[in-house]
């Protein structure tokens, strides 16, 4: 029978690894939301086997969703490497896949004015320099974060159990999202990548999505004539 004392001291072991596996829960979502090296990543998942790459937090979202919605290709590599579930929908309603969430975040389409927004008459040639430096920055910037959603477009479809043809909750294909915010980028790329098993769908006409899309008529926008 144990004596008191080391039932306290197994007490105290058990508490601090339970505060330990809690702090490295929030560690893994924190670091897949803000971003870090992907060594990182690996060592937090070799330092804890109870880790769940699959399980969702609070918000309903497991940690390949915030690195497809962040872009955060080198941490999505390591998801894949260890057989994290792609398919894996959000559980804040809208079951989105990871797919779904890159259709929807990535900007590569949408055209933001880098223009001075004010008069350039009014500036100094000091200032316009200034503005240019700003401008130029700015479009470096949206490179670098062309090259990571390319990434993690590539290591999705390359994966052979990627479900292009997955619904979310107004029964939305990623391809359907991605005409919905103007992404034609990427509807090209999932098109040219897995157009063999993309299936004809219809998105349904409703205030949250007013008009009804057919797959083919987004493929017909991205220059395919053909899906099969």
Known sequence: MQ????????????ADQNKMKIENKENLFTLCRNGGDEKELEALLESDSSLDINKA??????????????NRSNLLAVLVRRKCDINLVTKDGK??????????????????EMSIPYSEQ???????????????????????????????????????????????????????IAAIVNNYSFARDLCFSKRRL???????????NPVSLRVSTIIARTHFSTWA
């Open 3 to 14: 004596s008191r004392e080391m039932k306290a001291f197994l007490q105290v072991v058990q």
């Open 57 to 70: 937090d609070t918000n309903g979202y497991a940690p390949i969703h915030y690195v497809a919605k962040y």
């Open 95 to 112: 079951r989105m896949t990871a797919l779904h969430l890159l259709a929807k975040y990535q900007s590569k389409d949408r055209v933001r």
């Open 122 to 176: 009014t500036l100094t040639s000091e200032e316009l320099m200034k503005a240019e430096k700003e401008r130029i920055d700015q479009m470096l910037a949206q490179e670098q974060d062309f090259q990571c959603e390319i990434a993690c477009m590539r290591l999705l479809v390359q994966d052979s159990q990627l479900e292009v043809n997955a619904t979310d909750y107004l029964e939305r294909t990623p391809l359907h």
């Open 198 to 208: 993309i299936k004809e769908k219809v998105s349904p006409n409703n205030a949250t």
